[in-house]
């Protein structure tokens, strides 16, 4: 007999026909408060060998109906491995066809990062003496926001703030985080270490907790969008933005990372300050130096494909790297990662995946290293 269900951490999808294994008929769930959704990630049981057809009728309705295109829906037998299976939109329906070769199966939009191993990244991250864990307060939903702080603090040091997952869909991004901190606290890493001697990195590894355990795709419990609200966050809509906007004022910010995914294009970038209206020729010299050194770190990233200055109009302002960036005066980016594959350097088997995403987290300490030796140098 089959089964689906979604009761657990990051679950979304309703059933709406389980009669037929050819035509089993599902919706992805709307976030809390909100139009938004794209996000699933829901479990089978009971289909080993059997041919399934799994329609998501609602897709047409979705966030990023552009995001469907040549994409393909990700499988775990064991939450571990996740692998892609094919999948096709038509007639604004997700249609996903696959014959599982065990009894369960857990199908999703990426593969999920869970609140218990953001809890255990914590947990690990904070063994290194160079770690402080910081509670910066509670969510809607009473869950701990949590900031690391590595390295200490000194006068001639520059500060280094990295945030992900904003919106709580977009999982690769606390998997990106999951690289960076593996190599950043790698203590036999000598670019680790020299990073390390020269500035002290503030990094928020999941910014929306409670959107990440409801299964949200881009807003937190009371249906806000963080990334629209750096300009005005309160404690009763935006508590995540407040806080952190809070520790940043007393910390001041020397460069700026926000990690996110990327529904529709299928490569990974990263989108500056062009088109802000006060930014300087500096700043963007400086981002685009950045983005340079990326590619030259890893060729999974890119330079010629990314959002068109003047995309967000009057949100500019209220998006983080916009507001950090002016507020600041400094380099602020956000660094976009695909939910489909690097079409320049495909896999077919995984697409874009958690592996490859901690990998560009790694190697983002190379032009990390070489703003810091720029600003060394112009000193």
Known sequence: MLKISSGFDAGNIDVVSLERADDIQLKIRKDNNSEFFQWFHYRVQGAADRALRMRLTN?????????????????????????????????????????????????????????????????????????????????????????LQIGQPASDKKVIWVIARQ????????????????????????????????????????????????????????????NREWQTPTAENSPEVLLVRGRMEETGVDLFLDIHGDEALPCNFIAGQAGAPDVTDEILKQEREFEEDLLLANPDFQLERGYEPGKFGPETMTIAAFWVGDQFSCPAMTLEMSFKDYDLRPNPATGWSPERSAKLGESTLYPLARWLKRRDEEA
């Open 59 to 147: 897709a047409h309705e979705a966030a990023y109906v552009d995001g469907w295109d040549d994409y393909q829906t990700v499988a775990s037998y064991d939450r571990q491995q996740w692998f892609r299976v094919p999948t096709r939109y038509e007639k604004g329906e997700l249609v996903i066809e696959h014959q599982p070769e065990q009894d369960s199966i857990y199908y999703a939009y990426f593969a999920p990062y869970s609140y218990e191993r953001h809890l255990d990244l914590i947990g690990w991250a904070q063994q290194s003496p160079q770690v402080k864990v910081e509670a910066l307060g509670e969510t809607l939903d009473g869950r701990d926001l949590d900031l």
């Open 167 to 226: 919106h709580p869909g977009e999982t690769m991004a606390e998997w990106y985080i999951e690289g960076f901190l593996e190599r950043l606290l790698d203590m036999d890493d000598a670019q680790a270490s020299i990073l390390l001697e020269q500035a002290v990195f503030y990094v928020v590894p999941n910014m929306n907790p409670d959107g990440s355990v409801r299964g949200h795709l881009r807003t937190n419990a009371a249906g806000a969008n963080l």
